[in-house]
């Protein structure tokens, strides 16, 4: 049997189709749900999970069963999240992937769009907490909408260490700033977990470099296959 997933994002909404194994067959961007199971339809999909970033639940549809993914679905790892009503989704599909495909292992998720999300799960699968911070397009818009002078920049006039221009220097902040900011997370727990697992997903993680003397592993599918693994977890 085919499944459906589908994960609404801040700026786009992508489905995919994973067969029987496991295996992501087909995926797509749509602008509209409604869209998204007509090609559900098309494809003989009948289980799908729905991820959506502002937590609003979708309504059911004939002809498919529906999971809504929360903090109260079934999770493969231990959530000690504080405020677990407060926990993203696409935070949760991020470590379930993790949970699943790197088991008893270390590992720590970055996952880079608008903001930069930064999670941790540990050997035994428990999960206590993760950071957020701006993403690249976030930071450039910050600088130039809260100051009086400076440009809006594109992350593309990034060039060298520093930068000779205002523009320039800019677009390196940003992007050699980021570069930094996850090295510093990796250092700090590859002392703990020398068999740490780094995972680098989302739609701007190509923009970054990770020294290759550490395990790497990047996926722009990763969000979407955890939400598989979620949705097998959690069908009727």
């Known amino acids: 049997m085919h499944r459906g997933v589908i994960d609404i994002g801040n700026t786009r909404t992508k489905a995919a189709i994973f067969n029987s194994k ?3 067959m087909k995926k797509q961007i749509f602008s509209d749900l409604s869209f998204c199971y007509q090609w559900f339809k098309q494809e003989n999909i009948h289980s799908v999970i729905v991820s959506s970033v502002a937590q609003a639940t979708t309504d059911q549809v004939e002809g498919f069963e529906i999971h809504n993914l929360s903090y109260l679905s079934k999770l493969p790892f231990t959530n000690h999240y504080e405020s677990k009503e407060t926990l993203g989704v696409d935070r949760i599909a991020a ?12 590992s720590l998720i970055f996952d880079i769009g608008t903001c930069m999300t930064i999670d941790f799960l540990d050997p035994e699968m428990n999960y206590n ?5 701006p993403g690249i397009e ?3 818009k910050a600088m130039h909408q809260m100051t009086g002078r400076l440009p809006l ?7 060298g260490e520093m930068g000779n221009s205002t523009r320039q220097a800019m677009a390196n902040g940003v992007l050699i700033g980021m570069q930094h900011e996850i090295e510093g997370y990796i250092n700090t727990y590859f002392t703990k977990y ?3 697992q780094i995972i680098l997903c989302g739609g701007d993680y190509p923009h970054f470099v990770i020294p290759s003397k550490y ?3 990047a996926n722009e599918n990763f969000v979407l296959e955890g939400l598989h693994a979620l949705l097998l977890l959690n069908e009727k």
């Open 215 to 217: 395990k790497i592993f």
């Open 138 to 140: 976030l930071r450039l």
């Open 194 to 196: 020398p068999n740490l």
């Open 153 to 159: 920049v594109d992350y593309r006039e990034a060039s």
């Open 129 to 133: 907490g993760g950071n957020i911070s």
């Open 95 to 106: 470590l379930a992937a993790a949970a699943t495909q790197f088991p008893n292992q270390a």
């Open 22 to 24: 496991g295996e992501l």
